[in-house]
């Protein structure tokens, strides 16, 4: 049999108590390694708690972004699962839910609080 594909789905959420630097726009600075090992800290046991759980292989902080309210943060990652035809478990609106209620509506996560309406999940 085939193995299962990888496929990516994106995740993207607002942190609002992350003042937003230049330095978190550069890959290689110190700011930026730091704050992507809290998001995998955070990000990776609630996927791997979600109906994705068994396939999640893990996530990638693409980028870190201004948003309109500069003492905010926003979070870019690229986020990939094995692709089971005949077991699908990915369902872009269950994984939303899921982890809508394990942060708390999308106000939690960790000790980052997040903007409710910033949320997105895109397969």
Same mark, same amino acid.
């Given at each position: ?10 995740? #993207?959420?607002?942190?609002? #108590? ?14 930026? !390694? ?24 893990? +996530? =990638? ?6 948003? !309109? ?9 690229? +986020? ?10 990915? !369902? ?15 106000? =939690? ?5 997040? #903007? ?5 999940? #895109?397969?």
């Amino acid at each position: 049999p085939l193995a299962p594909a990888v496929k990516n789905f994106t995740l #993207n959420f607002t942190i609002t #108590n992350l003042q937003f630097t230049a330095d978190l726009e550069k890959p290689s600075s110190k700011r930026f !390694k730091s704050t992507e090992k809290v998001m995998y800290y955070y990000v990776d046991p609630l996927l791997q708690r979600s109906s994705i759980g068994p396939a999640y292989i893990g +996530c =990638k902080v693409m980028a870190f972004r201004s948003t !309109k309210n500069r003492a905010d943060t926003g979070v870019d990652a690229m +986020c990939s699962y094995r692709d089971d035809p005949s077991d699908p478990k990915f !369902k872009r609106t269950n994984v939303y839910h899921e982890l809508s209620k394990m942060t708390n509506g999308v106000t =939690k996560l960790g000790h980052y609080s997040l #903007n409710s309406q910033s949320l997105y999940i #895109n397969g």
